[in-house]
């Protein structure tokens, strides 16, 4: 069994700008094109491959850590989230270190709040999902804006097998991604969700080829920093406030952001290069 990896050791890989996918197929990132850097994207690596990108809690720290210095950074304009490897995204939490864990120990340690700092970041993110992604691999994809997942990718919340549920918002986020139902039957079953499976229930935003799956990420991610950032913003939140606010708050909170964007110069420039049909200029205030 492979030994625990030192707490001191960097679990995260980040690269900002992020390096441009090869043109080809199966191309890596980074054997871009003369060394290309995307503009605004970021690419941050869970790089734990020997034990399939286990989440513990040292990971989850270091990966709170470089998300919030990405998102405080104006510069960055779109996240991308990868494991290293092919077989995982994340398999899970570290089990060897949960299964140390006690009650009180988790109470008085609140050791789930700090997963709660990478969904809270403002930036818009975009889990890029190849082989599993489970238990707390699936809650961290879930955490994230969008997924594009590979064909290979599974997807599930087996805690139930080790008399536990899931703990990072496994019951809340998967049942508001697929619903009651279907979320009943996985979470209690432990079963796992093939990719394609994932994507007819509304799990996932784009299903490609594997060795695809970084590059439609990066693409994806390209595209929407290149998006005025105070309009993406505004739209993130507008759209998360969606699945907690009653339909009449949330379309008054719609209509407030709405207007609040009319104070912007990127309102100004947008509608103006717009009605002078030329390319827009955004400035990010």
């Known amino acids: 069994m492979t030994e625990p990896q030192p707490s ?16 080809e ?15 605004g994207v970021a ?5 734990r491959p020997r034990v399939l990108n286990a989440l513990d809690a040292a990971t989850i720290d270091q990966l709170a850590g470089a998300f919030e210095s990405l998102d405080a950074d104006p510069a960055c304009r779109c996240i991308v989230l990868t494991g290293a490897g092919e ?6 939490g570290d089990i060897r270190e949960m299964a140390e864990e006690s009650a009180a120990g988790l109470l008085a340690s609140d050791r789930f709040a700090r997963w709660e700092r990478i969904a ?11 082989g599993y992604a489970l238990g707390g691999g699936c809650e961290l994809a879930m955490a994230c804006d969008m997924i594009v997942a590979a064909d290979d990718a599974v997807f599930g919340q087996p805690e139930v097998r080790l008399g536990i549920i899931p703990g990072a918002g496994g ?15 996985l979470i209690l079953t432990g079963r796992n969700l093939p990719a394609a499976e994932a994507e007819v229930h509304g799990l996932v935003s784009r299903l490609v080829p594997s060795e ?32 907690e606010l009653p339909l009449r708050e949330g379309l008054a909170f719609e209509r407030r952001l709405f207007y609040l964007l009319f104070a912007t110069e990127d309102q100004k420039e947008g509608m103006r290069a717009f009605l002078e049909k030329r390319p827009a200029t955004w400035q990010g205030r």
């Open 8 to 23: 001191d050791q960097p679990r995260v890989r980040v690269a900002f700008p992020a390096p441009a996918p090869a043109p």
């Open 25 to 39: 197929p199966g191309g890596r990132p980074e054997q871009g094109p003369e060394g290309r850097r995307l503009d």
């Open 43 to 47: 690419l941050v690596t869970i790089d």
């Open 87 to 92: 077989r995982a995204f994340a398999a899970g």
């Open 120 to 130: 809270r970041v403002r930036t818009p993110t975009i889990a890029a999902v190849r």
């Open 171 to 185: 019951t809340q986020r998967l049942t508001r991604a697929i619903g009651k139902a279907r979320a009943m039957e």
């Open 212 to 243: 695809q799956v970084l590059p439609a990420a990066l693409d994806l991610a390209e595209r929407i920093a290149a998006m005025p950032p105070l309009a993406v913003e505004a739209a993130v939140e507008a759209i998360d406030a969606a699945e």
